[in-house]
C-alpha cells in the first residue's frame, strides 16, 4: 500500500531524489566508491557542494547580489546562537511567532539585550502579530516565516532599514517572495529540502564582521564562507540529497511552479476542515499555513475511528505536536496532491459515518 507520508519532518523527500541518493551511497558517479566513503575534498564532492550552493542562491534570485551560501551543521538550533554571535553587537528585536522563535530569543539573550517586538504567546501562537513597528536602533530583526508546530505562516513581512534575518525551515522554496529583503535566511534542510544533518544559510555579507567580540571558527560565518562550506568536513549525504532535491525543484519549474501545487494543497485540505462539522482548524484563517495545517476533532470520542481510518488508508505522520493537540498534517514540497486527496477522502468518510 503507498504511504502517505504527513509527517513534519524529517519530511516527505521526492522518490526520484531518494533512489538517486540511494544509488550513489553504493557506487557515486560510477567511481566504485560510496558517495559516504569518498574524501569530500574530492573533486566529486566538490562539484556536488557548488552545485548545491549554486542551486540555493538560484532558487531564491539572489545569485550575484552579495549573498553566499552555506551548508552547515547543527540545525536551526546552532544558527539561533549564530545569528546573534555574529550580528548582535548591542541589541536586536524578535517577532515570537511560536516555540523556534521563543528558543532563538534565549539562545540570542546571552550576547545582548532582545526586544520581544511583538508576540502571539497569548494565545498560544494560532495568529500572527501585525501592524507592528521594528524599531530602528536594532542590529538585527529576526523571524520564523513558518511555524511547524501552531501552523502559522507570515504572509506579509515588515518594511525596515534594519538587517532582517529570518528562519525558514519549513518552508524554504515553498512560494515566491523576494529574498532580497533578507540579509540573512537559514533553513534546517529536514523540513522541506532533504534529510537531517545539513542547515542551508544564506547570508548578505556585508552584513558581518560588525560586531567587536572574538567569534569562534567553528561558530564565525565568515570563516565558512572563505572555506566555501569546507572548514570541517561537510556532511556529505545530506548535502548531496538536498542539491538532488533542489535540482528536481528547478526541473519542475522552481518556486513559481511549486507555489501553485502548494497552494492547490492547502486549499483542497482547509476546504475539507472548514466544511466538515467534525473538524475545526486550530490557526487563524488569515494566518494558515500552507505548509502546516493544524486542526482538531470537534467530538473526542471519533479519534480512535479516524486514526484507524488514517492507518488503513496509509496515512502516516498527521499526529499534532504534544503543545498544541489534535492532528497536523505537513504538506512540503514533495508531497502529492494525490495524498492531499486520500486525507480530505478519510475526512469526508468519517462525517458519513458518524
Not at 204 to 215: A, F, H, M, P, S
Not at 304 to 328: L, P, Q
Request: glycine share 6%; aromatic share 10%; proline share 3%.
Amino acid at each position: 500500500m503507498k504511504k502517505h507520508n504527513f509527517s513534519a519532518g524529517p519530511c516527505i523527500l521526492p522518490q526520484e531524489v531518494l533512489l538517486k541518493a540511494s544509488e550513489a551511497v553504493v557506487d557515486f558517479n560510477g567511481s566504485g566508491l560510496s558517495l559516504i566513503e569518498i574524501s569530500h575534498r574530492s573533486k566529486d564532492f566538490v562539484t556536488v557542494m557548488e552545485t548545491a550552493q549554486s542551486l540555493a542562491l538560484e532558487h531564491l534570485g539572489l545569485t550575484d547580489k552579495g549573498y553566499k551560501a552555506l551548508f552547515l551543521q547543527g540545525g536551526a538550533s546552532m544558527q539561533f546562537l549564530m545569528t546573534a554571535y555574529n550580528l548582535l553587537e548591542t541589541k536586536a528585536g524578535y517577532l515570537n511567532t511560536g516555540t523556534w522563535s521563543d528558543k532563538a530569543i534565549k539562545e540570542a539573550k546571552m550576547f545582548g539585550e532582545i526586544v520581544e517586538v511583538r508576540s502571539s504567546k497569548d494565545k498560544n501562537y494560532n495568529y500572527i502579530p501585525k501592524n507592528y513597528m521594528v524599531p530602528a536602533d536594532l542590529d538585527y530583526f529576526h523571524l520564523t516565516s513558518n511555524n511547524t508546530i501552531f501552523g502559522t505562516q507570515i504572509k506579509e513581512f515588515p518594511k525596515t532599514k534594519v538587517p532582517v534575518v529570518c528562519d525558514m525551515s519549513s518552508d524554504i522554496f515553498s512560494r515566491k517572495l523576494d529574498f532580497s529583503q533578507f540579509d540573512l535566511i537559514y533553513a534546517g534542510a529536514q523540513k522541506n529540502m532533504g534529510p537531517a544533518g545539513t542547515t542551508l544559510v544564506v547570508i548578505k555579507e556585508d552584513v558581518l564582521g560588525k560586531v567587536t567580540r572574538q567569534i569562534p571558527s567553528m561558530l564565525n560565518y565568515q570563516v565558512h564562507i572563505s572555506k566555501d562550506s569546507m572548514f570541517n568536513t561537510p556532511p556529505v549525504f545530506a548535502v548531496y540529497t538536498s542539491m538532488l532535491t533542489m535540482q528536481w525543484l528547478k526541473d519542475l519549474g522552481g518556486i513559481e511552479a511549486i507555489e501553485e501545487i502548494n497552494d492547490k494543497k492547502a486549499q483542497l485540505l482547509y476546504s475539507e476542515i472548514d466544511l466538515n462539522p467534525l473538524f475545526k482548524g486550530f490557526a487563524e484563517k488569515a494566518d494558515r499555513s500552507n505548509m502546516n495545517a493544524t486542526f482538531n476533532l470537534t467530538d473526542e470520542k471519533l479519534k480512535e475511528t479516524f486514526d484507524t481510518m488514517c492507518k488503513e488508508a496509509g496515512i502516516n505522520g498527521i499526529n499534532g505536536h504534544r503543545s498544541v493537540g489534535g492532528y497536523r498534517a505537513s504538506m512540503y514540497n514533495a508531497l502529492s496532491l494525490d495524498s492531499v486527496g486520500t486525507l480530505v477522502d478519510v475526512m469526508s468518510d468519517l462525517e458519513r459515518k458518524a
